[in-house]
Every structure is written in structure tokens, then in C-alpha cells.
């Protein structure tokens, strides 16, 4: 099983370097009509099959970081983040 994570990894990752090139040579300007159309057709698949990988790899994600009840334990990345704290009553005193 490690082999085929392995391998969608490496799927994904040459994927990406693909759609990476294409848009190279979409943004240079260079390429035919035909060629171009090719091309973006070619990316819109690419930009599918990596928007299903993330999604998996998403939803893979939040299976393991669910706690005993089934729940999620973190559903919103962004309240992890520190937020300013409220100084404690001691601070607040003032010196004066």
C-alpha cells in the first residue's frame, strides 16, 4: 500500500511540474493556436486530477485528526493561531 501512496505522490508531483510547464509556454506566447488550445486542455485536466488529489489528501486529514467522539478536533486552522491576550488584573495596575 505504501507504494501506491508512493506513487500518487509522485503522480501528483510531476502533475504540478507539467501544469508548471504548460503555463510557461502558455505565458511566452510562442505556441501555435492548435498547440495552445492542446495545451489548455491538457491543463484543465492536470488542474482536475491535482484539485482531487488535494481533496483526498484534505479529507485523509481530517480522519486522523479526529478525536475519540468522531469529532474533528481542530475544524478552523485559523483559531489556532495566538490571538492577543488580555493582560491579567495585575498588569493592569498602574504604577502612577
Not at 502533475?15 to 510557461?24: K, N, P, Q, S, T
Not at 491535482?50 to 485523509?60: I, Q, T
Amino acid at each position: 500500500m505504501k507504494s501506491n501512496s508512493k506513487e500518487a505522490e509522485a503522480n501528483f508531483e510531476s502533475a504540478m511540474e507539467r501544469l508548471d510547464a504548460i503555463v510557461e509556454q502558455m505565458e511566452a506566447n510562442k505556441l501555435p493556436l492548435e498547440d495552445l488550445l492542446r495545451s489548455y486542455e491538457e491543463g484543465l485536466k492536470l488542474v482536475k486530477f491535482c484539485s482531487e488529489k488535494l481533496d483526498a489528501a484534505e479529507k485523509r486529514i481530517e480522519i486522523i485528526t479526529r478525536d475519540a467522539m468522531g469529532k474533528p478536533q481542530i475544524t478552523d486552522f485559523e483559531s489556532t493561531e495566538k490571538k492577543p491576550t488580555q493582560p491579567s488584573r495585575s498588569e493592569d495596575i498602574s504604577l502612577f
